[in-house]
C-alpha cells in the first residue's frame, strides 16, 4: 500500500473531462462496427467477451454519471493516489444482463450531456462498486482516463485491426497517474521511470540522483506501461520484447508490479 502522505500532481479539469469524453466517443465509434463475431471473441480477461468489455467501457463512466443525479456523499473516503490500490471488486455487470450496446452507450451520452456539465469538480461521487468509495468528480474523471485506456487496449488486443484511437490528453492522464502510483507504492529517490513523452518519476529507497545521468533508469511507451501496471503484461517479457529497458542494479521494478489489476 502507498504511504499516508503523497504528492498528487494536478490535473486541468476542464481538459480531463474533454480527454475522457473523447476517448467514449472513440470507443463508442469503434463498438458500432463489431460484428455478432467479433463481439463473442475471447479476451485476454478471463470469462469476459468482446462484448462483456464493450459493454464495461460505458459502464465505467455511466456509474459516475448517474452518481450526479443522487445525493452527494457525505465525505471523501478516496484521494487520486489511493484510488489505485484501492479494493473496488464487486459483482460483475456482465453484458448478458444489459440491453443492446448501441442503446447502452447512446443512454450514457444522453446522460453525460445532461448532468456533466453543470457538475462542479468539488462534487463528491461515490465510485462503485465498493460502498463508501467516495471521490471529488474531478478526481473521477482522471480515474475514468485509465478505466476507458485500459479497455481500449482490451479491445484493441482482442480485435485484429480494431484500432481504437487514444485521445492523447486521455493517455497522458492515465500514464501519469500510474507512474505517480509506482512513485507512491515504492517511495524513494534511487530508480527514475520515464515513461515518454507524459511522466518521469523518482522511486524505490537508496541513493538519490540528484544530477547528470541516473544510475538506476527504466524506461518504456505508454502502452507497455500500462500494462505492466494493470498486469496486461508481465515485466520479464516487456524486457525481453525490448518494450521495456531498465539500467542499473535497482532498476527491476518486478516486484512492485502491476499496480493494479
Same mark, same amino acid.
Given at each position: 500500500?502507498?504511504? $499516508?502522505?503523497?504528492?498528487?500532481?494536478? !490535473?486541468?479539469?476542464?481538459? %480531463?473531462?474533454?480527454? @475522457?469524453?473523447?476517448?467514449?466517443?472513440?470507443?463508442?465509434?469503434?463498438? =458500432?462496427?463489431?460484428?455478432?463475431?467479433?463481439?463473442? =471473441?475471447? %479476451?485476454?480477461?478471463?470469462?469476459?467477451?468482446?462484448?462483456?468489455? #464493450?459493454?464495461?467501457?460505458? +459502464?465505467? +463512466?455511466?456509474?459516475?454519471?448517474? $452518481?450526479?443525479?443522487?445525493?452527494?456523499?457525505?465525505?471523501?473516503?478516496?484521494? &487520486?493516489?489511493?484510488?489505485?490500490?484501492?479494493?473496488? %471488486?464487486?459483482?460483475?455487470? !456482465?453484458? *448478458?444482463?444489459?440491453?443492446?450496446?448501441?442503446? +447502452?452507450?447512446?443512454?450514457?451520452?444522453?446522460?453525460?450531456? $445532461?448532468?456533466?456539465?453543470? *457538475?462542479?469538480?468539488?462534487?463528491?461521487?461515490?465510485? &462503485?462498486?465498493?460502498?463508501?468509495? @467516495?471521490?471529488? +468528480?474531478?478526481?473521477?474523471?482522471?480515474?475514468?482516463?485509465?478505466?476507458?485506456?485500459?479497455?481500449?487496449?482490451?479491445?484493441?488486443?482482442? @480485435?485484429?485491426?480494431?484500432?481504437?484511437? !487514444?485521445?492523447?490528453? $486521455?493517455?497522458?492522464?492515465?500514464?501519469?497517474?500510474?507512474?505517480?502510483?509506482?512513485? *507512491?507504492?515504492?517511495?524513494?529517490?534511487?530508480?527514475?521511470? =520515464?515513461?515518454?513523452? !507524459?511522466?518521469?518519476?523518482?522511486?524505490?529507497?537508496?541513493?538519490?540522483?540528484? =544530477?547528470?545521468?541516473?544510475?538506476? @533508469?527504466?524506461?518504456?511507451?505508454?502502452? %507497455?506501461?500500462?500494462?505492466?501496471?494493470?498486469?496486461?503484461?508481465?515485466?520479464? #517479457?516487456?524486457?525481453?520484447?525490448?518494450?521495456?529497458?531498465?539500467?542499473?542494479?535497482?532498476?527491476?521494478?518486478?516486484?512492485?508490479?502491476?499496480?493494479?489489476?
Amino acid at each position: 500500500m502507498p504511504p $499516508a502522505k503523497k504528492r498528487t500532481r494536478s !490535473y486541468d479539469p476542464a481538459k %480531463t473531462r474533454a480527454a @475522457v469524453l473523447a476517448q467514449f466517443a472513440h470507443v463508442r465509434d469503434a463498438v =458500432r462496427t463489431l460484428t455478432p463475431d467479433q463481439l463473442a =471473441r475471447p %479476451t485476454r480477461i478471463d470469462g469476459r467477451t468482446v462484448r462483456d468489455l #464493450a459493454a464495461h467501457a460505458a +459502464l465505467t +463512466l455511466d456509474t459516475v454519471v448517474r $452518481a450526479l443525479a443522487e445525493d452527494e456523499p457525505a465525505k471523501r473516503e478516496l484521494a &487520486l493516489l489511493d484510488w489505485p490500490f484501492a479494493d473496488l %471488486t464487486g459483482p460483475r455487470e !456482465y453484458a *448478458a444482463e444489459l440491453p443492446d450496446l448501441d442503446a +447502452l452507450y447512446a443512454d450514457v451520452a444522453e446522460r453525460i450531456e $445532461a448532468r456533466l456539465p453543470a *457538475a462542479p469538480d468539488s462534487r463528491l461521487v461515490p465510485v &462503485l462498486p465498493r460502498p463508501g468509495a @467516495v471521490m471529488t +468528480l474531478g478526481d473521477a474523471m482522471v480515474t475514468r482516463t485509465v478505466e476507458l485506456c485500459v479497455r481500449t487496449d482490451d479491445l484493441n488486443d482482442a @480485435v485484429p485491426g480494431l484500432d481504437i484511437p !487514444y485521445d492523447r490528453q $486521455a493517455l497522458a492522464a492515465c500514464t501519469r497517474l500510474l507512474a505517480d502510483a509506482l512513485a *507512491a507504492k515504492a517511495p524513494g529517490g534511487s530508480v527514475e521511470v =520515464r515513461v515518454p513523452p !507524459y511522466a518521469v518519476v523518482q522511486c524505490v529507497e537508496g541513493p538519490k540522483h540528484t =544530477r547528470g545521468t541516473p544510475p538506476n @533508469v527504466v524506461e518504456t511507451d505508454p502502452l %507497455t506501461w500500462l500494462r505492466l501496471a494493470t498486469g496486461r503484461t508481465e515485466w520479464a #517479457a516487456a524486457l525481453d520484447a525490448a518494450q521495456v529497458s531498465a539500467s542499473g542494479e535497482r532498476a527491476d521494478l518486478s516486484g512492485l508490479l502491476p499496480l493494479m489489476s
